[in-house]
T-cell receptor, first 110, second 114 residues
Framework: DAKTTQPPSMDCAEGRAANLPCNHS???????VYWYRQIHSQGPQYIIH???NNETNEMASLIITEDRKSSTLILPHATLRDTAVYYC???????????FGSGTRLLVRP | DTGVSQNPRHKITKRGQNVTFRCDPI?????LYWYRQTLGQGPEFLTY????????KSRLLSDRFSAERPKGSFSTLEIQRTEQGDSAMYLC????????????FGSGTRLTVV
């Protein structure tokens, strides 16, 4: 599984876009980029995943660079409830195991 | 479907006692996973079941730890002779055979060994 690097913490103002970066320079061709988040005292929650193309769902957008060495998770209009630790990871199509790093602690300010 | 359910939510035990946690996954999910999380760290993989078969155990899972999923439905994680270092959040998750929609995690069982 690819090693990922994320900033330990970030903050943004409520209502603004939150852009969370992730470096995964060792990602292999069959590994998807997955994002999860963990709100305090809860289990991690799936957000989004992608392989090569940009993806969007009701929670977020995922932008993956053309060389696939990095990605950005975008929360278009952050709310206070988006305050959480955000984890990115590479997961092979045939794999079943999520390997979590330390993640990015996002604080959304009122 | 109420998602993945874990019981109890909290457990305080004395060092040396045995504890057992239960996880009820989403009913149609074949795969079930246990993770452990200590303060300030991301979750660490412990073990994985596909139906009733335990297919992988992490080196983190010492001989004092045992997990079962007897009928391919709920699972239990038992820790024997607990130590203070076992204090952590124990998370259970389940998924289908493909990860397209990710894992669904429970809220965890927080174990405190005193």
């Amino acid at each position: 599984d690819a090693k990922t690097t994320q900033p330990p913490s970030m903050d943004c103002a409520e209502g603004r876009a939150a852009n969370l970066p992730c470096n995964h320079s060792t990602i292999s061709g069959n590994e998807y980029v997955y994002w999860y988040r963990q709100i305090h005292s809860q289990g991690p929650q799936y957000i989004i995943h992608g392989l090569k193309n940009n993806e969007t769902n009701e929670m977020a957008s995922l932008i993956i660079t053309e060389d696939r060495k990095s990605s950005t998770l975008i929360l278009p209009h952050a709310t206070l409830r988006d305050t959480a630790v955000y984890y990115c990871m590479g997961v092979a199509d045939s794999s079943y195991k999520l390997i979590f790093g330390s993640g990015t602690r996002l604080l959304v300010r009122p | 479907d109420t998602g993945v359910s874990q019981n109890p939510r909290h457990k305080i035990t004395k060092r040396g006692q045995n504890v057992t946690f239960r996880c009820d996954p989403i009913s149609e999910h074949n795969r079930l996973y246990w993770y452990r999380q200590t303060l300030g760290q991301g979750p660490e993989f412990l073990t994985y079941f596909q139906n009733e078969a335990q297919l992988e155990k992490s080196r983190l899972l010492s001989d004092r730890f045992s997990a079962e999923r007897p009928k391919g439905s709920f699972s239990t994680l038992e820790i024997q002779r607990t130590e203070q270092g076992d204090s952590a959040m124990y998370l259970c998750a389940s998924s289908g055979l493909e990860l397209n929609y990710g894992y669904t995690f429970g809220s965890g069982t927080r174990l405190t060994v005193v």
